[in-house]
T-cell receptor
Framework: AQSVAQPEDQVNVAEGNPLTVKCTYS??????LFWYVQYPNRGLQFLLK??????LVKGSYGFEAEFNKSQTSFHLKKPSALVSDSALYFC???????????????FGRGTQLTVWP | DTGVSQDPRHKITKRGQNVTFRCDPI?????LYWYRQTLGQGPEFLTY????????KSRLLSDRFSAERPKGSFSTLEIQRTEQGDSAMYLC???????????FGPGTRLTVT
């Protein structure tokens, strides 16, 4: 079965420091991996995705993520955190088995990121 | 703003009543998804359309739930005989057939009293 784990419910970091939000996944086929951010009373906003190619992918607002196949991880990173990055972050995986058109996303439970001034 | 709109944004209803939500996708996005999100959880998949065809339904989608996308544009999600356990945020997302990412609307928050 497909699943995503975000082992930290909360991550706290000082402004200007690097941040990492962790994500591990489990799929039987090839994974397509995504990060989304959710601000209060708003829908999820797409940040970045890994489909194939370079293991380090860059996305919106200075975020990047590193795909590690051996560790089945896709951690979200940013070199210098901003107070405005404080939000709820979700990792998601889409399994792409051969011959399938399944498009559903499986989400983790989310990690609340707080960046303090 | 992602361009996916949902209506209403909030709905309070009494147990046993029927409710209907609407989702308007980004134009030219032919794939449309419904998810449900409860407090402290990530979104859970409910169902998915490609154009007007409903291709997949989750086991979460009981017989009381029905979704339609009659002309391949907007979609509706109806819940009949609502129960308190139906209280959640209902999210709509759309994507282009050649795109991997899904774009989400702001959601409809349902409260069943």
């Amino acid at each position: 079965a497909q699943s995503v784990a975000q082992p930290e419910d909360q991550v706290n970091v000082a402004e200007g420091n690097p941040l990492t939000v962790k994500c591990t996944y489990s799929v039987s086929g090839n994974p397509y991996l995504f990060w989304y951010v959710q601000y209060p009373n708003r829908g999820l906003q797409f940040l970045l995705k890994y489909i194939t190619g370079d293991n380090l992918v860059k996305g919106s607002y200075g975020f990047e993520a590193e795909f590690n196949k051996s560790q089945t991880s896709f951690h979200l990173k940013k070199p210098s955190a901003l107070v405005s990055d404080s939000a709820l972050y979700f990792c998601a995986v889409r399994e792409v088995p051969r011959g399938s058109t399944l498009g559903r996303l499986y989400f983790g439970r989310g990690t609340q990121l707080t960046v303090w001034p | 703003d992602t361009g996916v709109s949902q209506d209403p944004r909030h709905k309070i209803t009494k147990r046993g009543q029927n409710v209907t939500f609407r989702c308007d996708p980004i134009s030219e996005h032919n794939r449309l998804y419904w998810y449900r999100q409860t407090l402290g959880q990530g979104p859970e998949f409910l169902t998915y359309f490609q154009n007007e065809a409903q291709l997949e339904k989750s086991r979460l989608l009981s017989d009381r739930f029905s979704a339609e996308r009659p002309k391949g544009s907007f979609s509706t999600l109806e819940i009949q005989r609502t129960e308190q356990g139906d209280s959640a945020m209902y999210l709509c997302a759309t994507s282009h057939v050649h795109s991997y990412e899904q774009y989400f609307g702001p959601g409809t928050r349902l409260t069943v009293t």
